[in-house]
């Protein structure tokens, strides 16, 4: 069974660049999650989705940011503009339901010079 | 809001000995709590997971406690091998269907032959 598999596995923009990012989930995994982490510590939610609602998104910084999961299946997590603090490993995570296993991705790291 | 202490950042040991990570949240509400292990350059992995209504869960060489009138649970590695040397990080459940996690800032184990 394929695990959690997101591309591009690393990304460097110009501050000021849009990117995005993609990640399919596991096959049948309802809940989906974007998560930051910065060098040395832990995973940081940025997006929930329970199919293809976005049930919990107040950390996400939306005057930058936006995600959207059509069809309730993969996912697109974009950056516009992007700055030089988002610099970081984005990581997108699945899972059955709440409160269960997330099997996370490889991530991407994005560098923004 | 909601918050995880994970103590210590850092612990290193000689291989046989035991290791203990200690992890506080403030959620009262949390029902779920996670450990996953992150090697270098790698996503991370469920290791073992708790829930509330148990006060401890066992597999091979590693355990978990929970004590929820604290709120603080602890990851125990028994008979430590230098492979065992990797971030661990424990995480809470927090949020509607208590489906978010907020993971601790981790912890370096470091495990010398």
């Known amino acids: 069974e394929a695990g959690v598999v997101q591309s591009p596995r690393y990304k460097i923009i110009e501050k000021k660049q849009p990117v995005a990012f993609w990640c399919n989930p596991i096959?049948?995994?309802?809940?989906l999650y974007w998560y930051l982490q910065n060098l040395g510590q832990g995973p940081e939610l940025l997006i929930r989705?329970?199919?293809?609602?976005?049930?919990?998104d107040s950390q996400l910084p939306k005057d930058r940011f936006s995600a959207e999961r059509l069809k309730g299946v993969d996912s697109t997590l974009k950056i516009q503009p992007a700055e030089l603090g988002d610099s970081a490993v984005y990581l997108c995570?699945?899972?059955?339901?709440?409160?269960?296993?997330?099997?996370f991705g490889q991530g991407t790291r994005l560098t923004v010079v | 809001g909601e918050n995880v202490e994970q103590h210590p950042s850092t612990l290193s040991v000689q291989e046989g000995d035991s290791a203990v990570i200690k992890c506080t949240y403030s959620?009262?509400?949390?029902?779920?709590f996670p450990w996953y292990k992150q090697e270098l350059g790698k996503r991370p992995q469920l290791i073992i997971d708790?829930?509330?209504?148990?006060g401890e869960k066992k597999d091979q060489r590693i355990a978990v406690t929970l004590n929820k009138t604290a709120k603080h649970f602890s990851l125990h590695i028994t008979e430590t091998q230098p492979e065992d040397s990797a971030v661990y990080f424990c995480?809470?459940?927090?949020?509607?269907?208590?489906?978010?996690?907020?993971f601790g800032k981790g912890t370096k184990l470091s495990v010398k032959p």
């Open positions: 995570a699945s899972s059955l339901r709440p409160s269960t296993e997330a099997f």
């Open positions: 096959s049948g995994h309802n809940t």
């Open positions: 989705y329970e199919n293809e609602e976005a049930v919990d």
């Open positions: 959620d009262s509400a949390s029902n779920y």
């Open positions: 708790i829930r509330s209504n148990v």
């Open positions: 995480a809470a459940s927090y949020g509607g269907s208590q489906g978010n996690l907020i």
